[in-house]
Nanobody, 123 residues
Framework: QVQLVESGGGLVQAGGSLRLSCAASGRTFSSATMGWFRQAPGKEREFVAA????????YHTDSMKGRFTISKDSAKNTVYLQMSGLKPEDTAVYYC????????????????WGQGTQVTVSS
């Protein structure tokens, strides 16, 4: 089992920045991919970014590329999502997820999920 705990969400004004963290514990694996997803009220959960734990390769969804950056700290078993230039439409619950194997963007490819952290961007 893998446990994922997100933190760092909160209320921020438009144009501001936040850094989300996802601490992984339990059964960790060097071949894992860690991803960030988000779900806004009344909308489906959508992919944000992912990082392969071994290679460090990343993938960011086009609509957020340049504003959001995923990174990792292997020593801390933690993945980050740095968000800048936040917009009201970025308001959502942000979830961390993990899977064994290469990068995937589909949520059903991920086996483990955190509880989510709320990000609210005011205009």
């Amino acid at each position: 089992q893998v446990q994922l705990v997100e933190s760092g969400g909160g209320l921020v004004q438009a144009g501001g920045s936040l850094r989300l963290s996802c601490a992984a514990s339990g059964r960790t694996f060097s071949s894992a991919t860690m991803g960030w997803f988000r779900q806004a009220p009344g909308k489906e959960r959508e992919f944000v970014a992912a990082i392969n734990w071994r290679s460090g390769s990343t993938y960011h969804t086009d609509s957020m590329k340049g504003r959001f950056t995923i990174s990792k700290d292997s020593a801390k078993n933690t993945v980050y999502l740095q968000m800048s230039g936040l917009k009201p439409e970025d308001t959502a619950v942000y979830y961390c997820a993990a899977r064994t194997g290469p990068l995937r963007v589909g949520e059903f490819a991920y086996d483990y999920w955190g509880q989510g952290t709320q990000v609210t961007v005011s205009s």
